[in-house]
């Protein structure tokens, strides 16, 4: 399933001029656990997603307190350059809203939604 139908917010940023960051938060620490726990998250997935090699993918952070994922990589284009199309970031988040969530990893979680 995608990470869309799963995540709470799904959002991008600059972290500066020639970095963004993509933050995913999850509605329950049970359902962040679980993706967490799957590797869904990785530098290579990322990579993929973005068509950029996996070493400008700079972090890859789980962080349970805020039940979220950072994702930190290389901006293809600085921040203003000539050419660059979103200046602050805000709109690439896009391709995370595809990136594909193994329904085994939450069907515990939707049956027990179901029987509740």
Do not use: C, W
């Amino acid at each position: 399933m995608p990470l869309r139908q799963v995540a709470q917010v799904i959002r991008s940023k600059n972290a500066g001029p020639y970095e963004l960051t993509l933050d995913v938060l999850f509605p329950s620490e049970e359902i962040f656990r679980r993706v967490r726990d799957a590797g869904v998250f990785t530098a290579r997935a990322v990579a993929a997603l973005y068509g950029l090699p996996e070493a400008s993918i700079l972090k890859v952070v789980h962080y349970q307190p805020a039940l979220a994922v950072k994702v930190t990589l290389v901006r293809p284009l600085v921040s203003g350059a000539v050419g660059e199309t979103d200046v602050y970031g805000a709109q690439q988040h896009a391709p995370l809203l595809e990136l594909e969530v193994p329904a085994s990893v939450l069907s515990p979680v939707a049956k027990r939604g179901e029987a509740g």
